[in-house]
């Protein structure tokens, strides 16, 4: 079991370009968590998302930020026109019932820097 | 879910000596309680965890204590090494909602 996979580990973008970030959840998983940590805090909860629905966005920006977790293939945090705010390292978790009472496992994060 | 409040923000001890984190919460639906430790530059991972049915849980020298009435429960760490030089979060969740998790607690310890 490769555990929770997300790439790339390092993304460089410049202002206003676009960032992808992807996430596999571990195998047998199909609830997806994205948390966001800026330098020095805390994990900060984005968006949940279960195969092909968005069950709890409540962390989300309403702007320029998107999330996704297709059928097939691996879930996907968008952000658009990025900004130097948006300078973070953006951790995926998954778990296998999506409940708040179970262990919730970690990918590598991916570090974007926006310059 | 409701915030958690996780304290100190930082602590430093001497190897050998013992850490305790302590996190507080106010809703009453809670029950289940992780920690997880994030070393520099990697994943949070989980070390230990407690449900709302026990006390306490011990692991080598981890130990968790969970006080439900009060809503608190704490991190204990006996005989710090080196190693144990970490970011640790404690969270928590509930069947009904995802994680919630604390800001931190950085601890070095000192050799």
């Known amino acids: 079991n490769a555990g929770v996979m997300q790439n790339p580990r390092h993304l460089v973008r410049r202002r206003g370009q676009e960032a992808r970030l992807r996430c596999s959840p571990m195998?047998?998983?199909?609830?997806v968590y994205w948390y966001r940590q800026l330098p020095e805090e805390g994990l900060k909860f984005m968006v949940y998302l279960q195969k092909e629905n968005i069950i709890d966005e409540s962390g989300m920006p309403k702007e320029r930020f998107s999330a996704e977790f297709p059928k097939e293939g691996p879930s996907i945090l968008r952000i658009q026109q990025v900004v130097r705010g948006d300078s973070a390292a953006y951790f995926c978790?998954?778990?296998?019932?999506?409940?708040?009472?179970?262990?919730?496992?970690f990918g590598q994060g991916t570090r974007l820097t926006v310059v | 879910g409701e915030n958690v409040e996780q304290h100190p923000s930082t602590l430093s001890v001497q190897e050998g000596d013992s850490a305790v984190i302590k996190c507080t919460y106010s809703d009453s639906a809670s029950n289940y309680f992780p920690w997880y430790k994030q070393e520099l530059g990697k994943r949070p991972q989980l070390i230990i965890d407690i449900r709302s049915n026990v006390g306490e849980k011990k692991d080598q020298r981890i130990a968790v204590t969970l006080n439900k009435t009060a809503k608190h429960f704490s991190l204990h760490i006996t005989e710090t090494q080196p190693e144990d030089s970490a970011v640790y979060f404690c969270?928590?969740?509930?069947?009904?909602?995802?994680?919630?998790f604390g800001k931190g607690t950085k601890l070095s310890v000192i050799p």
């Open positions: 969270a928590k969740g509930a069947g009904s909602y995802q994680l919630t």
């Open positions: 978790a998954s778990s296998a019932t999506g409940k708040g009472d179970t262990e919730a496992f």
């Open positions: 195998k047998g998983h199909s609830h």
